[in-house]
């Protein structure tokens, strides 16, 4: 397990990172918390002990013996700042070695993951906006703040993400640098729109058709592709679980329910995002039904012992109508999913190569869901195609390994 020093700053979301600390060690990493003299004033010295099970270190001047900015920072395979203020933000850029933490910052190699916390005027300033480029130009993965709920009655960007997701980033970004993969940000300056999760059609008021898409392997994608550095916004339909837990920290989201809504979601992120990449993980519905009746149909309804008639027709087909929307400009990069369950003697290739051509986008991720297999599942076996038929078979990975393996596959300079 790994040595990760928790920083923490003067900001009233200090108190969550309690239980992102309870994350960590439960994990079980080795967590020397670094709180600034203002966090001490959220959350005091002995909550940040007993949690992590040893001494806080707290100032450059106790033990200098033990030269403790030093020694933290050379041990730390990765430093985490939660929450960050923008007053660390000014001084972390600038490399200002004011006090412990921004000395363990200045000394570790390890890599570094950033969530600042604050109200929205002070994130959108361009002087913290002009710092957190720095930081990224530099390597550490800053997380974009979440929206929603502020310190007082306002809401709006800039509260801390959610403690579990802060740690799954940090598990990211562990994992990455003990498998020697693009330890430094490869996606630094891309600008990323992913669609996860499955569509759900309505027939009445309380019924839908939809799918089982848990929305696992987009999620992985979107964490992958800020730990190296992207930015990204995520288009989510119905995926399986608590979504606050589930959405990775740092990302933009924007919530849809049908096919219709997806469409037109993707579209506007398209044309005002311009994004660098589009993935369309997202299980979107092939029919829906025709119409949707207000209300619930009730047996009573219907004639005796009859049932109802559900009348489907074809929804648009996103990836197809965003290709056709690209025309002959090499932006955005598209990349499809394919769901197949290939017939006996069929390859999974053979029908995601005809897919791909199909479909016209320049990636084509093909599963084999046959018997109902990867959706929800831990694990994944992808096939990644290219535009030129060239395949990168993984069998039995993690659907973060795959996510990977995607990210390695697509080019930018086609
Ligand atoms: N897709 C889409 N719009 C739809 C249906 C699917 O954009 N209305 C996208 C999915 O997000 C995925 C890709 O198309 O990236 C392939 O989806 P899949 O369901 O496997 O293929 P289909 O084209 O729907 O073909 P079929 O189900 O007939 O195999």
Redesign the pocket.
Same mark, same amino acid.
């Given at each position: 397990m790994a040595d990760i020093v928790l920083g923490v700053t003067g900001g009233i979301a200090a108190y969550k990172a309690v239980s992102l600390l309870r994350e960590l060690t439960e994990s079980g990493h080795d967590v020397t918390v670094v709180p600034t003299a203002s966090a001490l004033r959220f959350v005091g010295e002995p909550t940040w002990a007993a949690l992590s099970g040893k001494p806080v270190a707290r100032e450059l001047w106790e033990s200098p013996h033990e030269v403790p900015h030093v020694e933290l920072g050379q041990r730390a395979d990765l430093v985490i700042v939660a929450p960050a203020t923008a007053d660390f933000l000014a001084r972390a850029s600038h490399g200002i070695a004011s006090d412990l933490l921004t000395n363990v910052l200045l000394t570790t190699r390890g890599r570094v993951v950033i969530a600042p916390a604050m109200h929205t005027e002070m994130w959108l300033h361009p002087a913290t906006q002009a710092n957190v480029r720095l930081l990224r130009e530099r390597g550490a993965v800053v997380l974009d703040p979440a929206d929603g709920r502020l310190t007082g009655s306002d809401s709006g960007a800039g509260r801390l993400p959610e403690p579990r997701a802060i740690a799954e980033a940090a598990q990211t970004t562990l994992a990455m640098a003990s498998s020697g993969r693009a330890t430094r940000s490869d996606l630094h300056g891309r600008h990323v729109v992913i669609?996860i999760g499955g569509t759900q059609e309505p027939w009445d008021d309380v019924r839908f058709l939809g799918n089982k898409s848990s929305g696992r392997q987009g999620f992985a994608l979107a964490r992958t592709a800020i730990a190296r550095g992207a930015t990204v916004t995520a288009v989510v339909g119905h995926v399986d679980g608590d979504l606050d837990v589930g959405v990775p920290a740092g990302c933009a989201v924007r919530r849809v329910g049908t096919?219709e809504e997806l469409r037109s979601v993707m579209h506007e992120l398209v044309a005002q995002e311009n994004p660098d990449v589009v993935v369309?993980a @997202? +299980?979107?519905?092939?029919f829906r039904p025709v119409t949707s009746h207000p209300g619930k149909i009730t047996k009573e309804s219907l004639a005796d012992g009859a049932a109802p008639e559900l009348i489907l027709e074809r929804?648009?087909?996103?990836?197809a109508e965003l290709v056709a929307k690209r025309g002959s400009s090499s932006t955005p990069v598209i990349v499809?999913? @394919? +769901?197949e369950t290939p017939a006996e003697g069929e390859s999974l290739t053979t029908r995601a190569l005809a897919?791909l051509a199909r479909?016209g986008c320049d990636y084509l991720v093909a599963n084999d869901v046959s018997d109902g297999a990867v959706f929800g599942d831990e694990e994944t076996t992808v096939a990644i195609i290219d535009a030129n038929g060239d395949c990168d078979l993984r069998e039995s990975v993690s659907k973060e390994i795959a996510a990977h393996a995607i990210w390695d596959a697509v080019r930018f300079d086609r």
């Open positions: 669609s096919a369309m @997202a +299980a979107v519905a092939d929804t648009t087909d996103v990836l499809g999913f @394919a +769901a897919k479909k």
